[in-house]
Structures are given as structure tokens and as C-alpha cells.
């Protein structure tokens, strides 16, 4: 299965190489030299299937549209948000 997913690259000394895309997600319990494979230890704003045709390809998490136009609280970032539910 994970063979449908290879790509391969020609470094200057003409050694190919074989990357997968991390299809598994972050894997942050091994050292980045032993990560299981289709893992990875580090990504960011990546998700490994395309929404309209629903395919193992890899790409980039599209962009989100501002909920509200004014300023939310102080300015800084937002860090955590929940909701909150009170029962009388």
C-alpha cells in the first residue's frame, strides 16, 4: 500500500532517494532516525487526503475566513477556547 505513495528524487551524486508522505500523522515517540514508517515527527498545517476527490496525496490545510471583524480581546493571540455550560 505504501508504495502507491513514493516519489523519488536524484541527489547531486546521482543516489536516488524514496520519500513518503507521512500518511500516519505526527508520531512525536521516537527519535526522528527510528520514526515508524508513513510517520513523522513534526508537521504543520498538512492533511494527507485531498476533500474534493478524496485521494491519498497529500496537501495544504486550507485557509479559514475570520469568524468576527473586531478585535477579540486583547489583541493577542487566541491560546484556548471551550465552552462552558452552567446547570441551576
Not at 508504495?3 to 520519500?19: C, D, E, G, H, W
Not at 476527490?53 to 496537501?59: F, I, M
Amino acid at each position: 500500500m505504501a508504495a502507491k505513495y513514493r516519489v523519488s528524487f536524484t541527489m547531486t551524486k546521482n543516489k536516488p532517494i524514496q520519500l513518503l508522505f507521512p500518511l500516519k500523522g505526527i508520531d512525536r515517540n521516537f527519535a526522528v532516525s527510528s520514526q515508524p514508517a508513513l510517520t513523522s515527527p513534526r508537521m504543520l498545517n498538512v492533511r494527507p487526503y485531498d476533500v474534493l476527490e478524496n485521494r491519498a496525496r497529500g496537501g495544504q490545510r486550507p485557509g479559514l475566513n475570520k469568524a468576527y471583524s473586531q478585535q477579540l480581546g486583547t489583541g493577542k493571540p487566541v491560546v484556548a477556547m471551550c465552552t462552558i455550560t452552567i446547570v441551576t
